[in-house]
């Protein structure tokens, strides 16, 4: 992966709300990482959906493929990414999802 010499806005509430609730409460520390790397592609896309499949974010994680997906499944249940994907066997389409920025 190629290093970047930007800064990267981070929400506080990623920091100070979303790491004690998936690493402690919910006990799903690889979830925090997927959504981290998935928050920093988006903002390096300019939000736009990060196109990416469980191997790729495994790869780019060094997380093992299923705790990617265990991850990935924990993060559309707390409605922290939504997933879309043309057709069964389409590479997967992943927004990520801010809901403390509404309102």
């Avoid at 990267?8 to 790491?19: A, E, G, I, K, R």
């Avoid at 609730?21 to 919910?26: E, I, P, Q, R, S």
């Avoid at 997933?83 to 066997?89: F, G, Q």
Wanted: glycine share 6%.
């Amino acid at each position: 992966m190629p290093r970047h010499r930007i800064t990267l806005p981070v929400d506080d509430y990623v920091l100070d709300v979303l790491l004690r609730d998936l690493v402690g409460h919910d006990q799903h520390p690889a979830a925090f990482l997927v959504y981290l790397h998935l928050y920093g592609r988006t903002v390096r896309q300019r939000w736009r959906p990060v196109v990416a499949g469980l191997g790729a974010i495994a790869e780019e994680t060094g997380l093992s493929r299923s705790a990617v997906q265990a991850a990935m499944t924990r993060l559309r249940t707390r409605e922290l990414i939504a997933t879309e994907r043309d057709h069964a066997t389409a590479t997967p389409r992943h927004r990520v999802l801010r809901h403390w920025r509404q309102g």
